[in-house]
Structures are given as structure tokens and as C-alpha cells.
């Protein structure tokens, strides 16, 4: 069974809801970035003033801020069993970080999954959930950012073992039924 999984996909692909069922099906923390800079901000930590302007704008904050948080993070003793990433890697700076923190800690993933959306229904799908980072504007920029930036960290991934590409397209059990079949194989 699966224990280490990097979940990769656009904004609106429906990532963050499927981590969050492997999550608690796996009994392995759930890792989101977005989760964790959201929470920043609203706390107004230092990161969190550093991150906002990013955010609120549909940009990816700078790498050098992401690093240091998921080394804190993955350092975690609940992070020695598994987990599952939701929103980072991003970039192939970021997928290269990742790479080396995680042989310096001896782990490597199990499964890298990525959900796979057309770009139509994301628009629709991010119009229709209302966050405070989902106006039109940056849902148009975060879409352009994903294709700039993330999509270049799918043929970084797409040769290795355990690497698959799922169906995102589909009613919502259905997804799951497709990760949860990868995952527990
Ligand atoms: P998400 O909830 O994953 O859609 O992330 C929301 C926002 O947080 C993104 O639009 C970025 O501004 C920021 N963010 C989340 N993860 C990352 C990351 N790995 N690198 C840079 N920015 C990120």
C-alpha cells in the first residue's frame, strides 16, 4: 500500500478534496501548501505577510518561502510514516528540493499521481467554489501559471516508477475509486 504520494494537477482539478479522503483512508497526514499559506495568512505570521500578495494575485510564492516550510513540515514526526503532498511540488525547482530532502531523509514516494482536467471545466469548477483567491482575474492567472510553471514537473515525473495519470473528469466517487485502486495496489 502506498504511504508517500505527490499529487499533482491544475488548481480546480479537484486535488484537494480526493488528498484529503486518501488521506484519511491511508491514516497519513495530508500535506497542502495552499492549506498551510492560507492558514499563515490569516494568522498573519511572517510568512503569511510575505505570502499574501501572491496568493491574492494567482502568482506562486516564491520557492526560497515553500522550501523551508516543507522541510519543517516533512521533518514532523508524523510525516516519518507517509503522506500525500497536495500542491507542491510546483515548480522544477521545487520538484528538484524535493527530490534531495527526501534522499537526505532516505524516503522516496510511492506513487506520484496527476489528475487530469480540461481546462473548460476548471474555469467552471474554480468559478464555482468562491474562495477569496477565485475571481475571475486570478483564476485566468493561476491557470496561465499551472501551464507556465507545474506542467514542465510532469515530464520531470512522468518516466518513473509509480508514476500515473488519472482521470479527473469524472463524478467525484468515481476519481477516488480510480486513486484508491493506484494507491492500495
Ligand atoms: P492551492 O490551494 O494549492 O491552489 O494554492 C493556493 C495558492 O497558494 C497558489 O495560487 C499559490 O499562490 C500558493 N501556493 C501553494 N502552493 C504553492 C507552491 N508549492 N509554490 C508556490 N506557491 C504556492
Known amino acids: 500500500m502506498a504511504k508517500k504520494i505527490i499529487f499533482l494537477g491544475p488548481p480546480g482539478a479537484g486535488k484537494g478534496t480526493q488528498a484529503k479522503q486518501l488521506a484519511e483512508s491511508l491514516e497519513i497526514p495530508h500535506i497542502s501548501t495552499g492549506d498551510m499559506l492560507r492558514s499563515a495568512i490569516a494568522q ?12 491574492d494575485a494567482g502568482e506562486l510564492v516564491p520557492d526560497e518561502l515553500l522550501v523551508d516550510l516543507m522541510r519543517e513540515r516533512l521533518s514532523q514526526p508524523d510525516a516519518q510514516k507517509g503522506w ?3 500542491g507542491f511540488p510546483r515548480t522544477l525547482q521545487q520538484g528538484s528540493f ?4 527526501l534522499q537526505e531523509m532516505k524516503q522516496s514516494p510511492d506513487v506520484i499521481l496527476n489528475l487530469e482536467v ?3 471545466e476548471l474555469i467552471q469548477r474554480l468559478l464555482a467554489r468562491g474562495r477569496r483567491d477565485d475571481t475571475e482575474e486570478t483564476i485566468r492567472r493561476r491557470l496561465e ?6 506542467q514542465p514537473l510532469l515530464d520531470y515525473y512522468r518516466d518513473r516508477k509509480g508514476f500515473y495519470s488519472v482521470n479527473g473528469n469524472l463524478p467525484p466517487e468515481e476519481v477516488t475509486q480510480s486513486l484508491e485502486k493506484i494507491v492500495q495496489s
Open 145 to 150: 501559471v499551472y501551464w507556465e510553471q507545474t
Open 44 to 55: 498573519k505570521t511572517p510568512l503569511g505577510q510575505k505570502a499574501q500578495k501572491y496568493v
Open 118 to 120: 480540461p481546462n473548460e
Open 84 to 86: 500525500i503532498l497536495d
Open 98 to 101: 524535493l527530490d534531495n530532502l
